[in-house]
């Protein structure tokens, strides 16, 4: 992995460098002082991911600027173009895309999406909308990651689906003759973006779609942000309470969007001015912004942190850290970023609720504990969740499981304990390549 200007890095001893010592692994150096600045991750993958979907699905050109550049949104435009859906690129991540109307204009494709579960949910859906065979598939994890719901609510609304190997994960097979639309019901305990697929094709279904959920709905702020932008390109959902929706017959109508900064990303940068004492502001997120992660910043007030909210900015100050307990179910990507900073608080932090974390890139909680067991640290392991009991840290390799989370979550303990080594580094590639050269620049001011 390249790391930009790793030289002058070196000359540094108040901010960490990344020595490569070898393909596969960084080393994290400590950092002497508190981390303060200003940093603006890149766009959103939720948001581009959706937008991506939506943009595809509309009548007209949709401009789509600050879109992600990562794995995942990589193997989403390319199942758009084999899909033959047009659409263009500049360098500064500015997506311009034709949109189909709802009419897939492939009778047939291949679609191949690695590890990218938004991904492969949203489009499973879309294939259903379209006439002819769509395979999709992806890497051995994702062939492990349950998708049975949304494949048995697309056989309620009597669209041909199944998978290949007769498990309840990809690869996934649709044959399709077009989308009815009806009444169907989806199991929301496992994954919201079963109902988010399903939403945002809802509006080309020949009939009126009725989604009625079954279950806990895991994730709500997920929804709720499919909805916003589902109604930013003019498209209306009647919601009864988050249980049961009713979608008509519509059209999204192209237009000119900008996404917002990754909050999930933020949270690691808010994290190390937690760890470090120091004070970390980001441009462009503020109370409003779309994405449920931002309030990750409320459980660091719990610990300790001052936030300071602008109308273009957040800002988390460090503060004497103290352990909590709390749920986490509406932002479970930012409990392994929690972990990270608990093991430097006063007193244990139980996080709850977020069983569903085990059908993600890895089992999210078994890996929390396992790594930090490694590094000394009391963990224990529940069926919804973990506990974490800080304590003195010995120096380890975090092995990374494929997951661009752990390995950006575990990269900030080695802000202040020696001899912390991420094996696989490059994983954050699947939704922030450059994260290792933003946090030493972070870092550097």
Known sequence: MEVTDQTALKNYTTYPTFEETNLKTIEIQTIAGPVTGKITPPGSKSITNRALIIAALAHGKTVLRNTLESNDTFVMLDSLQRLNIEWSKDEQGTVSIT????????????????????????????CALGVGGY???????????????????????????????????????????????????????LSSQYLSALLMVAPYAASPLEIIVEGELVSKPYIELTLSLMESFGVSVQNDQM????????????????????????????????ITGGSVTIPNLHKKALQGDIKFVDALALMGCTIEWGDNYVKVTGGELRGIDIDMNAISDTAQTLAAVAVFANGPTRVRN????????????????????????????????????????????????????????????????????????????????????????????
């Not at 008509?248 to 917002?260: I, L, N």
């Open 243 to 274: 249980q049961r929706f009713r979608v008509t017959p519509q059209m999204y109508c192209a237009k000119d969007y900008t996404v917002e900064p990754d909050a999930s990303a933020a949270s690691y940068f808010f994290a190390a001015a937690a």
């Open 135 to 189: 395979e999709l598939d992806g890497n051995s994890r994702m062939r492990q990651r349950p998708i049975i719901h949304l494949v048995k609510a697309l056989r309620e609304l009597k669209v041909d689906v199944h998978c290949l190997h007769n498990t309840d994960s990809p690869p996934i097979l649709v044959n399709s003759i077009g989308f009815p639309g009806g009444k169907v019901h989806i199991a929301g305990s």
């Open 354 to 445: 977020v069983e569903h974390m085990r059908f993600k890139e890895t089992d999210r909680i078994a890996a929390v504990v396992t790594e930090l067991k490694k590094l000394g640290i009391k963990a224990e392991e529940h069926p919804d969740g973990y506990t974490i009991h800080p304590g003195p840290m010995t120096p380890a390799s975090i092995k990374t499981y494929d997951d661009h989370r752990m390995a950006m979550s575990f990269s900030l303990i080695g802000l202040k304990t020696p001899g912390i080594v991420i094996e696989d580094p490059d994983c954050t590639a699947k939704t922030y390549p450059h994260f290792f050269d933003d946090l030493a620049k972070l870092c550097k001011n």
């Open 99 to 126: 949109g189909c109307r709802g009419k897939i204009p492939a009778s047939g494709a291949e679609l191949w999406l690695e590890n990218s579960g938004t991904s492969i949910r949203f489009l499973t859906a879309m």
